[in-house]
Structure formats: C-alpha cells, structure tokens
C-alpha cells in the first residue's frame, strides 16, 4: 500500500495552499493534490487584476497575491502532485482512497477538498490546427497582460471579461482589435464605449476562420469574415476569451453521503466538517449558513478545516493552533527571516 497521510488537501488555490500552510504548523503529514499544472486557482485567470479586500495587504496584483499564497503554502514543505485529476474518493477501513484519472491512488486518513468550483478550462477556438500555435502567440490565459506592450492585438469575444482586458491593453498594445461573433456585445455599456472611445477598433459579427503563421510558429495575420465580408488582420498576438468550462471536480462514492447543493457546492458546517467522517471542505467547495465567499473567507474555511481534522485524528488536540508570533514552530524561521 501507498504511504498514508494525515491529510490531503485537494485544490490547489488560496483555501487548499493556506490549508496546507495551517496543516503543517498543526504537525500533520500533508499532500496537496492540484489538477493543473500550476498552484493558484481561479486567480491565474486574472493576474494584472488589483486585489483591495484581502486583511493586512494594500492593494496587490492577483499574480502576486498568488505568489505569495504558493510561498506560504510550501512553508512545512507538503507533498504537492500537479496535473492529477482526482476520479473518485472512497472510505476503505478509514482509510480514504483517493483515485487519480491516471490511475495512481493516494491514501489519507482525512481529506479536505478545496477544489473551488470544480475544473475549469477555457473554451477553445475549433480550427483545424490552431493546437500549434498555443506554445507562442495563441493565449486564452495570459500570464500578464503586460507581456502584450507595443504589439498588434487581436482579442475575441464579447463578454466582460473580454472588453475589459481590452480596456487595459490599449494603454499598453500598439493596436488592438476586438473582435465579436454576435452584432451587439455582452459586456456593460460603458466598457463598450470606453473601449471606442479610446482608440479600440471593435468588429462585429466576426468570425475566425484560420491563422497565417510565420517561420517561428508564430500567427502573424487572422482570417475572419466581418459581417459575411472576408477580412485579414495583422496580429503580433492572439488572446481568446469565450468563457470557460466547468466540469464537477471528483466523483464521489454515495456511501459517503455527502449532500450538494443545486449548484453542486457540498453542504457543510461553519467549522467545515461535513456529513461524511473524515472529509472537511474550504473555500468555493462549501456551503453553509454565513458564509463569506470572499478570500478572506476562504483563509477562514482553511483554518476551521485543519482544526477540525486535527481533533479529527486526536480528539485530546488543542481546538487550534497557538498564534504564529508565540508559536515554536517559527522560532528557526524567525531568525532566518531577520538575518
């Protein structure tokens, strides 16, 4: 059998990293399990976004925020395994099973799932090898919008998501082109007339119908039609915003009991135990009564969710841990910290 862990956190965004920070001040042996290939969750989707409403941090790029959630959350060096889609969770002895897609198993005797939302992938452009040039000039998540300065952009899509990445690129794009297949945009009014307004070009009634790629494996022009017209388009860049797709993330036994609301968030308790023995949830993955669906809730969610699955695993175990600015467990940490 596989080694078995304290606890396995699955989801890999703020509630599973802090999650996992809280875990290892708390002494647990702890696996963080994430489906994709990077930390962070939801907030990849919007790194140049500023973040106000976190406790204690000014005003803060969602990149950065991230950046920090990963450090801490790597702070008592968990187990992290990346791109594992987890299929479907039973309870064998009162030892979780833990199914990977892949068909790896990983063993717990708790489990907190901080998977958010569920799985979510952006929807895709449908042309016959567009695949290529995702590895240069394709973005359908950006890294940073800032990666774009002085370039020719093209963007697609019509929701407000789309306009407002617009609105940020023309103060940093040479040129930006956003194209929308319907004949009126989705997005609020005044985003729509802030991007006009500020030298965007807007068309509607677009279609992609292929990319011309150049010797670097780079687009260098898009094919569309507009209004039935063809047209060609120079572009240094690409970015793709039609929304994303959202699948529930793991399969869950029915012996388990777990309850779900309409929108496939499982019913739970403000201290984030669940009706299943063993199982606790934070952050998006939860509902309950005062919940906060804001980060800082999901810092909270964290906590009450280790707490729990301390006196879980030993009922004679403090309700939770000692503050950090008394706590041993940062005494080296400390030191190094001020050297």
Not at 21 to 27: K, V, W
Not at 81 to 87: A, D, F, K, Q, R
Not at 89 to 103: E, H, L, P, Q, Y
Not at 166 to 172: F, G, T, V, W
Request: glycine residues 10%; negative net charge; aromatic residues 8%.
């Amino acid at each position: 059998m596989n080694e078995v862990y304290d606890v396995t956190i699955i989801g890999g965004g703020p509630s599973g990293l802090y999650s996992a920070f809280y875990s290892g001040l708390r002494n647990l042996k702890t696996k963080l399990i994430e489906s994709q290939s990077v930390l962070g969750g939801k907030v990849n989707l919007y790194p140049d976004k500023i973040l106000w409403d976190v406790g204690g941090l000014t005003p803060i790029t969602g990149k950065k925020f991230l950046s920090n959630c990963i450090t801490q959350g790597l702070t008592f060096h968990p187990t992290v395994c990346l791109n594992t889609e987890i299929s479907q969770i039973t309870n064998t002895a009162g030892i979780f099973d833990i199914r990977a897609s892949n068909g790896d198993h990983h063993y717990s005797k708790t489990v907190i799932l901080a998977y958010g939302s569920g799985i979510i992938t952006p929807n895709k452009l449908d042309i016959d090898g567009v695949e290529r040039f995702e590895r240069t000039n394709l973005h359908y998540i950006p890294n940073s919008l800032h990666a774009f300065r002085n370039k020719q952009v093209f963007l697609s899509g019509g929701g407000n998501t789309a306009i407002e990445q617009a609105n940020e690129l023309l103060s940093i794009a040479k040129r930006v082109t956003l194209g929308y297949r319907g004949n009126e945009l989705r997005a609020h009014e005044h985003s729509v007339d802030a991007f006009r307004k500020n030298g965007g070009t807007l068309l509607l009634e677009t279609q992609i119908h292929s990319f011309r790629g150049n010797h670097l494996g780079e687009i260098e022009a898009v094919s569309l039609s507009v209004a039935g017209e063809a047209r060609t388009i120079t572009a240094d860049a690409v970015i793709v915003n039609h929304g994303f797709a959202s699948k529930q993330a793991i399969g869950f036994d029915e012996a388990l009991g777990l309850r779900f609301t309409e929108h496939h968030f499982i019913e739970g308790s403000p201290d984030s135990t669940l009706d299943c023995s063993g199982i606790f949830a934070a952050g998006d993955a939860i509902s309950y009564t005062g919940k906060v669906n804001l980060l800082v809730g999901a810092f909270q969610d964290a906590v009450n969710a280790v707490n729990s699955v301390k006196q879980y695993l030993n009922p004679a175990a403090e309700k939770q841990a000692m503050v950090s600015s008394h706590n041993e467990a940062f005494a080296e940490k400390n030191r190094q910290v001020s050297l």
